[in-house]
């Protein structure tokens, strides 16, 4: 079952939901951390996000912050640490429009 507000994003606007579950070719560097050559940016986020349960990379102090390890900072242009609310645009970076 779908929450309300996705359901009324969806039959609002079912572009928006089209970018997130749309397969893309990956560049290399996230192609090596997912494990895929293809992939939707929602499945890359999802595996970014349990990647980041699995190895206990938020910071305990703060759970807004997440600690990147060698491998995350390959695809977060490096940063150290990331801030949850900056974690979907830093991997909206690598899935570029397609042209019109």
């Known amino acids: 079952m779908l929450p309300q507000r996705l ?3 969806i039959t ?3 572009k928006k939901l089209s970018n997130l579950i749309d397969l893309v070719n990956l560049p290399s560097t996230v192609r ?3 494990g895929q ?4 940016r929602l499945g890359c986020f999802m595996r ?11 910071d305990p102090n703060n759970k807004n912050v ?17 801030e949850l609310a900056e974690l979907p645009a ?4 690598h899935f570029p429009k397609e042209p019109k």
């Not at 349990?50 to 938020?58: C, F, G, T, V």
């Not at 997440?66 to 990331?82: A, Q």
């Not at 830093?90 to 970076?93: A, R, S, T, V």
Request: charged letters at 30%; glycine letters at 2%; hydrophobic letters at 35%.
């Open 32 to 34: 090596e951390f997912v």
């Open 7 to 9: 359901k009324k994003t």
């Open 48 to 58: 970014v996000w349990s990647y980041i349960k699995e190895n206990n990379l938020q």
């Open 66 to 82: 997440v600690n990147c390890d060698e491998k995350l900072r390959s695809i977060l242009l490096g940063k150290p640490r990331v």
């Open 37 to 40: 050559s293809q992939i939707s």
């Open 90 to 93: 830093l991997i909206k970076l």
């Open 12 to 14: 609002d606007n079912p």
